[in-house]
């Protein structure tokens, strides 16, 4: 429950940035990693 939560704030977050050309992707994956564990 406590991640899902967390992703969908993240995505709340993160997608209008993205999509309006505000955020790029690199910056976007440096802000998800500060939140949760990303493996490559």
Known sequence: MRESGRLG???DALLPELL????RV???REAVAEVVDIQD
Not at 20 to 23: I, M, N, Q
């Open 9 to 11: 704030f993240l995505r």
């Open 20 to 23: 309006s050309g505000r955020l």
């Open 26 to 28: 690199p910056e976007a």
